[in-house]
């Protein structure tokens, strides 16, 4: 057999073929477009679209070519490289204001909006979804506080595994820095115990950071660890020593605070204790004599404050306020 024969050809198969497209739910019979995306498409409108988005309005303005392009029951396809799940529930959120008044979203429904409505310049979409992303990832110590107060819930993004980990890799990928610092301490906070690589969601996929933000966690797990008994921070008064003229009681208030950060580092020798409020020391403090007892109190508040001041740069971030500036809301 000849060497410059052409190669057999291969059996065409049914994989060959076209799919045909799934017809979503989001299906409106008097609907004047359909978006494609993947293999799925939703019946819309193109008031809604172009009421909501400058995108589409943009594009709905642009003169049609004379070949008309694919048509389904005579409204124009409108072919869309954009996750169908998430496609539909940007739709959702269109066509039922109700589910943005919902108390938690899940981080799907939430990452949607705000890829999405940055993407097409759905601005109210998109501001609903970063405002749940910065109520979870607060920007200020008082927010912080609050948060820390409701104990979690009610919460405006349903937690998930791999949460943390995707929260960070969303607040980057849509340019909202300043709820970055907050979700690295949480995975300072949380990564001991979780493991700092990939975290296996419920449904089989893993959440990952990239290398860089691994690392990035990591030297700051060890700067936050030290920085919290340096003078000025929230643990600067474990190691005072406190003289008769200051204390009523010097050896007894010395050996509250042995016993104390003992017991820190026996529980995690990496332990940050950085926002620790007053109040959760109040069986601590009724040990202390009373000027220990202001001292301890007076020297937590100060030091909570300076080390949320600087969270940002132990993350080799810039400012809060340059954060904030930053932000694209």
């Known amino acids: 057999m000849s060497s410059d024969a052409p190669p057999a050809k291969r059996a065409r198969t049914d994989d060959d073929a076209p799919s045909t497209p799934i017809r979503s739910d989001i299906w409106h019979y008097d609907g004047s477009v359909v978006l494609q995306a993947a293999n799925t498409q939703f019946r819309v409108h193109w008031s809604v679209l172009t009421m909501h988005s400058s995108v589409f309005k943009d594009m709905y303005s642009v003169p049609q070519p004379d070949v008309a392009g694919p048509t389904v029951e005579n409204c124009p396809v409108v072919e869309l490289h954009d996750d169908p799940q998430d496609l539909e529930y940007v739709l959702k959120a269109l066509y039922d204001p109700t589910l943005l008044s919902q108390q938690t979203l899940s981080f799907d429904i939430v990452s949607a909006l705000v890829r999405l409505g940055r993407k097409y310049d759905f601005k109210n979409l998109r501001k609903a979804g970063t405002e749940r992303l910065l109520f979870e990832n607060p920007r200020t110590l008082d927010e912080f506080d609050a948060l820390q107060k409701r104990g979690g819930t009610p919460r405006r993004v349903e937690y998930q595994k791999g949460y943390r980990f995707d929260v960070v890799n969303l607040l980057q990928d ?81 050996e509250i605070r042995f016993l104390f950060l003992q017991q820190l580092v026996t529980d995690d020798t990496l332990f940050i204790a950085l926002f620790t409020c007053p109040e959760q020391l109040t069986g601590l403090k009724s040990s202390f004599c009373a000027r220990c007892a202001n001292n301890m109190t007076e020297k937590v508040k100060a030091g909570r404050q300076r080390a949320w001041d600087e969270l940002p740069g132990f993350f080799g971030l810039p400012s809060w306020d340059e954060l904030k500036q930053s932000d694209e809301l």
């Open 174 to 254: 849509a340019d909202i820095p300043s709820g970055l610092p907050h979700a690295y301490y949480q995975l300072v906070c949380t990564s001991p115990h979780t493991g700092m690589g990939h975290v296996r969601r419920s449904d089989g996929t893993y959440a990952t950071l990239t290398p860089a933000d691994m690392s990035r966690v990591a030297l700051a797990t060890q700067k936050l660890h030290n920085a919290q008994f340096r003078p000025g921070y929230t643990l600067s008064w474990l190691h005072e020593l406190s003289s008769a003229d200051q204390c009523s009681s010097v050896q007894s208030c010395a």
